[in-house]
């Protein structure tokens, strides 16, 4: 055979191993997408990350499998040694982890961490990028802006809240700006100064709104987000929502399709709706309703809160009352109406998340460690034990 008439067999064979392998993948691309509208799950098992406390049991980031056909968790397994990463998240994209280091000093200068991670979604690897000062005592909160420009932090001890810049392969800048919130609450053993926490976002008008929850204030503080910089600015048309007094605003999240926003309070123990003006971006209050039974008389304070998916029920979780208090949401109006209270099975379920699919939902329980699983019913939201839980040393934060 002469070189000519190899090569064109060689190349023969490359085409037509290129036209098998397109084939291939339009037919596997096929039967999954059949699956998913069929409303299958495209694999048996997926990974759960969950943040911890460390200490003597506890190492840092570990990942569960969980199987959302019937709710079933793996043990847990050690994925990244670092220190206390009680909050996670995500870039937009996939391949990078962030995590808060809740700690008060790093590498011996007052302040707390943010860590940044490569993540291999084919071996399910975490690997430490770089890690850098929060410029502020007890991070406990971050957001990724949804361009996966910028990341914002918020330290709780320190109260105050940070920016970044995320560079292509994930890394953090060092902290671009730092904001100190200024002010008191109503309570003198927790409220003396102010303590950042949750972190939202929501789009204005081409802008980057980001909302900081100040639970020693009593405030949701607002700032644009210009993400090509990372740096912050007062929202004029209206700075600071205010809450009630005393009443320690935790965490805030935004309704995935209508302008309404909603806030959980740790102290008072109340879930509190505002409806968002789309002309000017002003919040307005639409409700409050208590988290716990009228008739419980037990110390309780709130920790997570979640929107369902599908817009139609809100969710927060009780530490004291031990459970997770559901509301089904009035778009229209903000209205909250109670739907009911689950047991987490266990003690002072700082977090919880819901599957993107809305059909599950994880709790974890810090100071019973344990992570357990429920599937939430399509009617009424609430969710409801699917018989499944693992041991964890102090889980405090879950990521699907």
């Known amino acids: ?43 048996a098992r997926e990974w759960v990350h969950i943040g911890t406390y460390t200490g003597d049991s506890s190492k840092g980031i570990y990942r569960v499998g969980f199987e959302p056909a019937n709710g079933k968790l793996s043990e847990p397994e050690l994925v990244a040694r670092t220190t206390s990463p009680s909050f996670l998240e995500w870039h937009p994209s996939r391949r990078f982890l962030y995590a808060v ?22 071996g399910g690897l975490v690997t430490e990028l770089n890690a850098v000062s929060t410029k502020g ?52 053993q927790r409220q003396k100064g102010p303590h950042a926490h949750g972190i ?40 600071a929502v205010p809450l009630a007094p005393g009443s320690g605003p935790r ?13 959980i309070n740790e102290m008072g123990n109340t879930l509190t709706s505002f409806r968002i003006d789309p002309k000017t971006s002003v919040w307005t209050q ?6 716990i039974p009228k008739d419980y008389r037990g110390q309780s304070d709130t920790a997570e809160l979640a929107v369902h998916p599908n817009g139609k029920f809100l969710y927060g979780s009780n530490r004291g009352h031990d459970s997770i208090v559901v509301f089904g949401i009035q778009p229209g109006t903000g209205k909250l109406t109670l739907k009911g209270y689950v047991s987490t099975e266990g003690k002072s379920p700082r977090s919880f998340a819901i599957h993107p ?44």
Request: hydrophobic content about 40%.
């Open 101 to 122: 280091n809740e700690v008060r000093e790093f590498n011996g200068q007052p302040g707390g961490s943010a860590t940044a991670f490569a993540f291999d979604a084919r």
């Open 357 to 400: 699919s809305g059909k599950s939902l994880i709790a974890a329980n810090q100071e019973t460690g344990n992570l357990v699983s429920f599937a939430i019913e399509a009617a009424t939201g609430m969710p409801r034990p699917a018989g499944h839980q693992v041991s964890l040393s102090k889980p405090v934060c879950v990521l699907f």
């Open 251 to 263: 965490h805030v999240v935004v309704h995935p399709s209508a302008p309404l926003a909603f806030v």
């Open 137 to 188: 005592a007890g991070p406990c909160h971050l957001k990724c802006s949804p361009d996966g420009k910028a990341l914002v932090v918020a330290n709780y001890s320190a109260g105050s809240t940070a920016t970044y810049t995320i560079a292509p392969d994930g890394r953090l800048s060092e902290a671009v700006s730092v904001t100190q919130h200024e002010g008191s609450g109503a309570n003198p």
């Open 200 to 239: 939202a976002m929501w789009r204005y008008k081409g802008k980057l709104l980001t909302y900081v929850a100040d639970l020693g204030i009593d405030k949701v503080l607002a700032y644009e987000l210009d993400t090509a910089t990372a740096k912050l600015t007062p929202w004029p048309a209206q700075p």
């Open 286 to 291: 639409a409700d409050s309703q208590s988290t």
């Open 1 to 43: 055979m002469n070189e000519r008439r190899f090569l064109e067999l060689a190349m023969r064979d490359l085409v037509s191993d290129a036209r098998r392998s397109f084939l291939q993948g339009v037919a596997s691309a096929a039967v999954l997408g059949a699956a998913q509208r069929a409303g299958a799950a495209p694999s």
